[in-house]
């Protein structure tokens, strides 16, 4: 059985920052997309960051660049989502997905964890 389970989420002033982490289990991730998404209260669930799971590439929202990092640790089977220069709009619950090789959605997720970026 596939599981995701999200951490290190928190309460954080604007300019701090944390690291999520998705630890992956229940079969191997090799070739697929891993991404993060969140949703504001009220608002729509929206994309933040990808990563191929076999590959180094990484995707990002336009309001993330420059702040937020992607990354994996193979061994841990653990994918990480650092963020920098924290916003009070990037408060929200942050989901970890993950999508097979050929699917156009994600079929997987993660239970979320609550990020809180006060001003």
């Known amino acids: 059985q596939v599981q995701l389970v999200e951490s290190g989420g928190g309460l954080v002033q604007a300019g701090g920052s944390l690291r999520l982490s998705c630890a992956a289990s229940?079969?191997?991730?090799?070739?697929?997309?891993m991404g993060w998404f969140r949703q504001a209260p009220g608002k729509e669930r929206e994309y933040v960051a990808t990563?191929?799971?076999?590959?180094?590439?990484?995707y990002y929202a336009d309001s993330v660049k420059g702040r937020f990092t992607i990354s994996r640790d193979n061994a841990k089977n653990t994918v990480y989502l650092q963020m920098n220069s924290l916003k009070p709009e990037d408060t929200g619950v942050y989901y970890c997905?993950?999508?097979?090789?050929?699917?156009?959605?994600?079929?997987?997720w993660g239970q979320g964890t609550q990020v809180t970026v006060s001003s």
């Open positions: 997905a993950a999508r097979a090789r050929g699917e156009t959605t994600y079929g997987y």
């Open positions: 229940g079969r191997t991730f090799s070739g697929y997309a």
């Open positions: 990563l191929r799971w076999s590959g180094d590439s990484t």
